[in-house]
């Protein structure tokens, strides 16, 4: 049977722009569609070299920088944006003017995919239960694509998915600002805090931008909220799927929830004891909120509990979330580098059972630093700062009467003024609260580097 992506885009010519994973993910895609795909990025700076060496078994794809000559622009037929191109910028709007649809890599992934999809976006947290949900699945039922902000281009599995498989994406704002007809069976906003500002302007855009996830989704589909968070609970009455909330501070009449040390599931005038977070190896309530949104999700796929907690039990924590590292000297060190705004370094926080000392700091995206600074409530011992943010969230630290504040010129001075600072039962924790842009060229860089000077260490 003939592919939709086959038929669709046979023989025309297709623009790609943003030369990173997914816009290769999507020219392999659309070359193996038969479509002309056009590979563009405005930075000069990339190697068209290296570009066409990715793509050497695809010779039907072009590649151009900098500029899209004139003649190419009359025969688009569309445009698929890379997550990192705004729908805002100037060369995106030039086509838009001239009646070029915009889609987006997961819309395009999505026109080819088969079987059951469930798509799982949020501020925090979107790694850790992707990667629970895909395991889940794959020990239940096989055939299972983990694809999306995950770092795995969902263009590269959707033309492998089947009748019988199921996909699991992770989906950031960025990817969700530009889908029309993509639909989850079942979908999962597992929290909204303040984040991307720089790029979607006001916190209403964001909002909106998050619970686009559920655009397409009927009463016969299932989301996922969160009843801690106010945008999700209150996003509740909208939502166009079949609610299924999970608390860590309310015990439900209906959904999962946590009370002590215990997650239950509340349904029909029943309550049922699912497990005792200590028999995870993930820890920290942000980690237990993961696992009763995987749980959900999963039960939605008539998945049986009992599989769910097979997997649950032995599922270990995902690199660069609260991952712990290594005990040296009798000091226990973290690695949170997905810490990337203040949401989420208050959960590492949170999950700290020792006197912390802590590395903040990198690329300003016009976060405010107030409620992570609160977050630290005694547990935090010193505060090491790296990055653009330092002097603006030691400003802030001192306005809420945290004083032990130490300035590194990078990660390296900072782990060693760390080991200098913390004694044996404490812990060091990398829980930045910013990106790491400008210092490193993604989080998972930056978390390797840490990991790295912590295994040097006498």
Known sequence: ????????????????????????????????????????????????????????????????????????????????????????????????????????????????????????????????????????????????????????????????????????????SFQLETIHEFHPHVSAILNITPDHLNRHKTMENYIRTKENITKNQTEEDVCVLNYDNVHTRTFAAQCPARVVFFSSKERLSDGYFLEGEEIFRAGEGSVERLMDVREAKLVGVCNYENIMAAMAIAEALHVPMERILRTVRKFQAVEHRIEFVDTKNGVDYYNDSKGTNPDAAIQGIR??????????????????????????????????????TREKIAACAKAHGFTNIIMADGLEEAVAVCAQQAEPGDAVLLSPACASWGMFPNYEVRGRMFKELVARMQ
């Open 1 to 172: 049977m003939e592919r939709k992506s086959d038929m669709e885009w046979k023989n025309q010519q297709v623009l790609i722009v943003g030369a990173g994973k997914s816009g290769i993910g999507a020219a392999k895609m659309l070359a193996e569609c038969g479509a002309e795909p056009v590979l563009f990025d405005e930075n000069e700076n990339v190697s068209v070299c290296e570009l066409a060496e990715q793509l050497k078994d695809c010779p039907s794809v072009k590649i151009c920088t900098k500029t899209l000559p004139e003649e190419m622009k009359s025969s688009i037929k569309l445009a698929v944006l890379s997550p990192g191109v705004p729908v805002d910028a100037p060369f995106v709007e030039n086509l838009k003017r001239s009646g070029i649809p915009i889609w987006g890599e997961i819309e395009l992934a999505y026109s080819a995919e088969k079987g059951t999809v469930a798509a799982i976006t949020g501020t925090n947290g979107k790694t850790t239960t992707t990667t629970l949900v895909g395991q889940i699945l794959k020990e239940a039922f096989g055939n299972t694509f983990v694809v999306g902000n995950i770092g795995v281009p969902y263009t590269e599995a959707a033309l492998l998915t089947k009748a019988e498989s199921y996909t699991v994406a992770e989906i950031s």
């Open 351 to 388: 999950a700290m059972r020792k006197p912390t000392v802590l590395i903040g700091g990198g690329y300003d995206k016009q976060s405010e630093y107030d409620e992570w600074i609160e977050a630290f409530d005694g547990k935090v011992k010193c505060l090491v700062l790296i990055g653009q």
